[in-house]
Structures are given as C-alpha cells and as structure tokens.
C-alpha cells in the first residue's frame, strides 16, 4: 500500500462523513502499527481485516457509494454504501452494526493515546521524535528528550497495590502536563516511564522543565502521600545523539546514572564527540 494509496481512500472517507480528518492522520496510521485503516473499519462495521485488506475494502465501499449516487440521483452516506457493500455484495454481514459519526472521527485520536493516563503513547512518541529531528537536522536546531521513571514504582504497587499504582501513574502524567509548554510532548515510554520531547529547547531548558515537573510532583497530595518522587535523565540533539536510537539511549544513560546517583535526581547526558560521527 502506497501513501497515495492511503492518502486518496482517507480523503474519499472524510468526503462520505461530510467533515475533514486530522492532517497527521495518515502519519499517525503508520504510527499507530499500521492499523490505522484497519482499526476504523473494525469499529465502523465491527469486522477484522489486516491493513491491506481494510484499504482494499475502503476503495470498494467507497466506489459502492459512487454507484450508488447515480444510481437513485442523490449522494449517499458511509453508513448506507457500507451496509450495502457487506451484506449485499460482500455477504459478510446478516445483521449490520454500525456505530456514531462522531465516535468514527474520534477512532484515529485513540490511536495515539495510552489509555491508562491519558497523555500519548509509545507509538506516536516514535513518530513526533523522528519528525522533529528530521525538521532539526534539516533547519540546524536542537531539541531536547526528559526520560522520567518513578522511583521504586514496584515497591509501590507491592505496598498499595495495583490499582494505588495505576492511580499514581495517571497522577504523575498529570504533573507532568500541567508543566510543559503547549510545543512540548509527553508520552507514555512504557511501565512507569515517560518521555517528553522539547522542541527548541537546549539541555539546560531541560532541566529546568524538569525542575518544574519535580515542585509539582512534590505539591501533588497524592502523590506526597506516598511519597512518590522521579528520576530524569536528559538529552539534547545534536550534543547527545544524531538520531533517535542514540539520543534515547542517552538519555537512558543519564537516567541510570540518577538512580545510581540515590534516585530523586536529573541528570544529563555525556556529550557525544559530534567529529566522530560525521
């Protein structure tokens, strides 16, 4: 499947439900481990295709509602050219379900969004680092990465258990939001973890976004209560990596050296010998 391809059957979908979809949505289809067309025809008509098949069927659903059109003389919806596509051409359907326009629309932003603690999740956090080191290789500007783990978070679940442990992360999450720029990016890296993506920002603006995370942790009740505290490590591109398995692994780096450090720390990375990557 081209992007011409998935570019053409998302504009022909946005055409039959009458609005538009995000422009990243294409971007964020491969994102979202390429089911992104897949995903919306699974809750759109509760049927499960790969990706390939999914886009297969998007093109005859929508060249269905084409023929459809001239034949009565008026356009007709994706509710009616999917229906009639499944049950009377496809015969995969006796019994069509379909859901709301509006919970259609909502499908691709649910793709990008880690569903415990609201803020983005790892795919979508792969796809916003490349695009913004491509944009700052390409412009000569840097960015910076803050790699947060909770301290001793397995200890806390241990102690409070599971459900005090998704509590304190869905918490942290909000920390974290509430201190970042409306530029910035903060996802969900995994476990106990969260990345956030500075754009325009050296390391030294890393810290102090870091800094800032660290007062509003310790204002939260919540999370005072348990006594919760982090450790970050941070990275800015160029000066720690050229790419972003280097730049997050330096960050990881950094991220180590806090814990090692007695944890409830920000730590930076080792700048890399940028002529000997050249």
């Known amino acids: 499947m081209t992007d011409i391809d998935a570019a053409s059957v998302q504009a022909g979908i946005a055409a039959l ?10 971007e964020n289809r491969e994102a979202a481990s390429g089911t ?16 390939e098949q999914a886009v297969f069927h998007w093109k005859k659903i929508l060249e269905n509602s084409e023929k459809l059109r001239k034949n009565i003389g008026r356009p007709v919806g994706i509710h009616t050219a999917a229906v009639d596509y499944f049950t009377n051409l496809m ?20 793709a ?20 913004e080191l491509n944009r700052c290789e390409r412009y000569s500007k840097e960015f910076s990465i803050c790699l947060i783990d909770i301290d001793n978070f397995k200890k806390l679940n241990d102690t409070f258990g599971h459900q005090a442990g998704d ?4 918490e942290t999450a909000a920390c974290i939001s509430d201190s970042i720029r409306e530029e910035d990016v903060v996802c ?22 870091a800094n800032r995370i660290q007062q509003h942790v310790a204002e939260s009740v919540l999370l005072s209560q348990h006594k919760v505290t982090f450790s970050a490590g941070l990275a800015s591109y160029p000066n720690n990596g050229r790419t972003v398995e280097t730049l997050v692994s330096a960050a990881d780096q950094a991220l ?4 090692f450090n007695g944890k409830n720390r920000v730590e930076e990375a080792v700048q890399q010998n940028i002529n000997s990557v050249i």
């Open 36 to 51: 992104f067309f897949s995903g919306l025809l699974s809750n759109f008509v509760h049927l499960e295709f790969s990706e």
């Open 91 to 110: 015969h995969l359907m006796n019994s069509p379900l379909l859901i709301e326009q509006h919970v259609f629309q909502q499908t691709e932003q649910l």
């Open 167 to 170: 509590t304190i992360l869905g």
């Open 188 to 209: 969900r890296y995994g476990g106990e973890e969260f990345l956030v993506i500075l754009p325009e920002t050296n390391i030294f603006g890393a810290r102090v976004l």
């Open 17 to 26: 439900i009458g609005g538009t979809m995000d422009p990243e949505a294409l």
């Open 256 to 259: 180590y050296q806090a814990k």
């Open 112 to 131: 990008m969004i880690d569903g415990l603690t609201g803020v983005f999740n790892r795919r979508y956090m792969d796809n916003v680092l490349k695009k």
